[in-house]
């Protein structure tokens, strides 16, 4: 992908959709190749997440995919999902939300969950990336009781509420100008802020690897965006991909 300095976006938006992330994986044979397009939604009928849990997705907040093409030999296909996290981190500091990273994209607020990022990728001749994100923008508490697990919104922080460009577009030419860095220089320059963000450093926490799950110290970020976990033996393995909980 040729990534010029200065950023074309293509937009589709929905006023409803089953989810923007399904829909750009039906429509690719209609999008350009050589842009990025951004498809979003003021609601979702069937938003998903990781591990295919349900993303609820009530109006008022941020469903978005962007969607762009990549070499087959691409390096920093798991960092995708990073730059993204980081990118919204970068946009929303600027607005006074302090934020960490659950490693290895998720978006927290005083521990509770506001963001979530779910990257796709399908091959064909060349990959295909369909990165989605949900970002809880105006929702209420009401709405997030439907969620079974501690959430949180912009709204709820700052007692006000947020029109959802002023906070997407940001985040979209930060994410572009991030996705130039990672794809000249690679991860090396975002590890010491992902490793300050970090959310349970030196806790216990358990990781989710498939079928298994891995008890250790969540201990530090790798150069190249993996993480490292010291387990009760005191040695350390490196993660590339886990669902991480706290015991
Ligand atoms: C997660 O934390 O599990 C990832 C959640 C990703 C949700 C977004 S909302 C926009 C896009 N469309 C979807 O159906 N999912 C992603």
Request: charge should be positive; aromatic fraction near 10%.
């Amino acid at each position: 992908m040729n990534l010029p300095v200065k950023p074309k976006f293509d937009y589709i938006h929905f006023a409803s959709i089953d989810s923007t992330n399904s829909w750009t994986k039906r429509n690719i044979a209609l999008l350009n190749q050589n842009h990025i397009t951004v498809i979003t939604a003021s609601q979702q009928t069937k938003g998903y997440g990781r591990l295919k849990r349900i993303w609820i997705s009530s109006p008022g907040n941020i469903y978005a995919t962007l969607f762009f093409t990549l070499p087959l030999d691409y390096s920093y296909l798991i960092n995708l999902g990073q730059i993204l996290a980081l990118a919204c981190h970068h946009v929303l500091e600027s607005k006074g939300f302090p934020l960490q990273l659950k490693w290895p994209n998720d978006l927290l607020l005083e521990k509770k969950k506001i963001a979530g990022i779910l990257v796709e990728v399908l091959r064909s001749e060349k990959l295909e990336i369909v990165l989605g994100i949900g970002l809880n923008v105006n929702t209420n508490e009401e709405h997030l009781k439907k969620v079974d697990q501690k959430t949180t919104s912009l709204m709820l922080f700052s007692k006000k509420t947020w029109e959802l460009g002023s906070i997407l577009n940001p985040i979209l030419y930060t994410f572009y100008n991030y996705l130039r860095l990672l794809s000249s220089s690679g991860f090396t320059h975002f590890q010491p802020i992902y490793q300050r963000l970090l959310a349970f450093q030196d806790r216990e926490i358990v990781c989710q690897v498939g079928n298994q799950k891995i008890q250790g110290i969540c201990h530090s970020i790798n150069p190249d965006g993996t993480l490292n976990l010291q387990l009760p033996s005191g040695s350390m393995i490196c993660l590339n991909a886990a669902e991480i909980s706290t015991s």
